[in-house]
Nanobody, 123 residues
């Protein structure tokens, strides 16, 4: 069992930056692939970024490539999402998730989810 708690969301102007953190409980954090997803009002939850257990493999949605960076610190049981050059269309609730596989990009591949953190980008 893994419990995930996101933090770092907030209100930022377009072009600004935020760093989201996701703290995980449990001693097996390093065995999970981790992902970030987002959900805007009236839209389906969508993939943002993923990272494998070691941090050596990452994947990004085309809409965030070159602007967002996912990373993890297994010693701290934490995964991060650095978001730069934010756009109003990045506004959403951001969720982190854990998967018992090498790396995953689909919602149904993930086994554990956090409660989400709101990111709002003003124009």
């Amino acid at each position: 069992q893994v419990q995930l708690v996101e933090s770092g969301g907030g209100l930022v102007q377009a072009g600004g930056s935020l760093r989201l953190s996701c703290a995980a409980s449990g001693r097996t954090f390093s065995s999970y692939a981790m992902g970030w997803f987002r959900q805007a009002p009236g839209k389906e939850r969508e993939f943002v970024a993923a990272i494998n257990w070691s941090g050596g493999i990452t994947d990004y949605a085309d809409s965030v490539k070159g602007r967002f960076t996912i990373s993890r610190d297994n010693a701290k049981n934490t995964v991060y999402l650095q978001m730069d050059s934010l756009k109003p269309e990045d506004t959403a609730v951001y969720y982190c998730a854990a998967a018992t596989r090498n790396i995953a990009t689909r919602v149904h591949d993930y086994d554990y989810w956090g409660q989400g953190t709101q990111v709002t980008v003003s124009s």
